[in-house]
């Protein structure tokens, strides 16, 4: 039996348009691969890294779609939740006020105001009194 030509050139186009389809889904996969594996680790959500690429390789189309809107954490996410330290309640409640290190640094400051003024510091001995003039030489 015969093929008519109509119906070959129909076949030759389906073909084509397949190998077309096979070549844009093969890219597709490729890159969300290459984009599972550089993404930074901590903008992976939901599953391991590995189980990701598992699901892109077995699910081709649909394993890709499924990375890039749920395994695949936006850089706005990533931001939120690096604050400064200031901002950060957790670091401000560890900075809590020590009475001892406050009264270490009193003591300090008049070590240093009565050094300044030329007095014997609390510890008996007497420094070396600093020449008129210049302080940083």
Known sequence: ????????DYHWCMARALFGLVLVAAAFIIYAVVDCVMLDRARVR???????ILIILLLPVI????????GRG?????RARSIAPDDDPDFLKGLIKDPD??????KLEQELSELDDGQTPPDGRPGEADPPGRRDA
Not at 74 to 78: E, I, P
Not at 101 to 106: F, P
Request: aromatic share 12%.
């Open 63 to 70: 394993g890709g779609i499924l990375w890039f809107f749920v």
């Open 46 to 52: 939901g599953l391991p890294r590995g189980v990701w």
């Open 101 to 106: 290190q406050d009264e270490r640094i009193r």
């Open 74 to 78: 936006r850089k706005s996410q990533l």
């Open 1 to 8: 039996m015969a093929v008519s030509p109509r119906l070959a």
